[in-house]
């Protein structure tokens, strides 16, 4: 069986840890503003722990999100996780906007973190993420990211331990352009 070279394959078969990026339909900055980054990021806490995946790090945008957590047992319930999260944020865009039946989503990718050292890699890299925009100088200082969160949270020695892990060369997709917000 070949793979539909058009779009990401969800191979959701095991549990563990994912990276998960999703983005916006032509990368539109649909969610730009304070109160709807929030709303997109209250809605995905809020659909994390509805379908249990444990939030390590997080991080939202206008146009993008990533995020990586821990998957119950069944790891397939990613897909209704993400299309629960994709259809009740477009509705709202597209209510807020005007514009009922406008595709607000492209896709989603995730990738099973297999290796301790990827994992911490990519946690560093989704709280980090606002600063990999240039949106803000500390990571810490991105309301709708889990920098702050995890800052006040993590032992001492392990949030340092990632905070200072090498993110030039991790691979993750992240073209987006991000325009920085009042924050």
Same mark, same amino acid.
């Given at each position: ?42 809605? *995905? /806490?809020?659909?994390?722990?509805? @379908?249990?995946?444990? +939030? ?5 945008? #206008?146009? !993008? ?46 990738? *099973? /973190?297999?290796?301790?050292?990827? @994992?911490?890699?990519? +946690? ?5 993420? #606002?600063? !990999? ?51």
């Amino acid at each position: 069986m070949r793979d539909w070279p058009h779009s990401p394959v969800h191979r959701l078969t095991q549990a563990g840890a994912y990276i998960v990026t999703a983005g916006t339909y032509l990368k539109l900055p649909v969610f730009r503003g304070p109160h709807r980054q929030e709303y997109l990021c209250d809605l *995905l /806490l809020e659909l994390a722990e509805k @379908y249990h995946w444990d +939030l390590q790090a997080w991080a939202v945008f #206008a146009n !993008h999100y990533h995020f990586v957590a821990l998957s119950p047992p069944e790891a397939a319930s990613l897909r209704r996780m993400t299309q629960h999260l994709h259809s009740v944020a477009s509705i709202q865009a597209n209510r807020w906007d005007g514009s009922p039946g406008r595709k607000v989503w492209f896709q989603y990718r995730e990738t *099973l /973190l297999t290796f301790p050292q990827s @994992y911490f890699a990519r +946690l560093s890299y989704v709280h980090r993420n #606002a600063v !990999h925009h240039r949106i803000v100088r500390e990571p810490s200082l991105y309301p709708w990211c889990s920098a702050g969160w995890f800052q006040r949270r993590a032992p001492t020695s392990f949030y340092k331990r990632i905070m200072a892990m090498e993110i030039d060369k991790v691979n993750v997709e992240d073209d987006f352009e991000v325009q920085p917000e009042e924050v």
